[in-house]
T-cell receptor
């Protein structure tokens, strides 16, 4: 199993450009999410999905769109990049636990995005 | 709502000493509390977790304790080694409701173990 795969690893965008960060998992996990990591801010949830066709907003959704057409894929789209979106982005997936207990989240290797 | 406060933001210890990182949460419906370790330039990885029906869990040199009354949980690392140097994140998951499935993370603690 490859686990969670993110592409690209690095990206530089100009202000106003759009792009899609790709995330794929091969563990048949129901739950997928996108986080951004900024110094001193921890991991902040952007969007998440509890299954194909279902998405919801997290803590910092503005400027980002997601879709979940398959169990495996959960792309994150930046609509019009801004310098404030310079960050490291992580995709994560996990199974739902029995009885609503939590389970381990598996992270992708991250995408370092710079918006100039 | 979900809110996790993590302290300290940085922690420096000598090799062999113990390290303790504490997180507080606000929602009494929180039922799962994992800890993640992130080495420089790498992805976060789970090191230990605890459910709300357990007060303490140990795995070799690491342990997690949960105090539901005070709404805080702590990571304890004993006999620290230089390879323990990393950023540590606590997290919580709230049971059911509109927050179903979401993990909320603390701000992170940079642990440095000096040889």
């Amino acid at each position: 199993n490859a686990g969670v795969t993110q592409t690209p690893k690095f990206q530089v965008l100009k202000t106003g450009q759009s792009m899609t960060l790709q995330c794929a998992q091969d563990m048949n996990h129901e739950y997928m999410s996108w986080y951004r990591q900024d110094p001193g801010m921890g991991l902040r949830l952007i969007h998440y999905s509890v299954g194909a066709g279902i998405t919801d907003q997290g803590e910092v959704p503005n400027g980002y769109n997601v879709s979940r057409s398959t169990t495996e894929d959960f792309p994150l789209r930046l609509l019009s990049a801004a310098p404030s979106q310079t960050s490291v982005y992580f995709c994560a997936s996990r199974q739902f636990g029995t009885g609503d207990w939590g389970t381990e989240a598996f992270f992708g290797q991250g995408t370092r995005l710079t918006v100039v | 709502g979900e809110n996790v406060e993590q302290h300290p933001s940085t922690l420096s210890v000598q090799e062999g000493d113990s390290a303790v990182i504490k997180c507080t949460y606000s929602d009494s419906a929180s039922n799962y509390f994992p800890w993640y370790k992130q080495e420089l330039g790498k992805r976060p990885q789970l090191i230990i977790d605890i459910r709300s029906n357990v007060g303490e869990k140990k795995d070799q040199r690491i342990a997690v304790t949960l105090n539901k009354t005070a709404k805080h949980f702590s990571l304890h690392i004993t006999e620290t080694q230089p390879e323990d140097s990393a950023v540590y994140f606590c997290a919580e998951k709230i049971a059911g409701g509109t927050s179903y499935g979401k993990l909320t993370f603390g701000q992170g603690t940079i642990l440095t173990v000096h040889p």
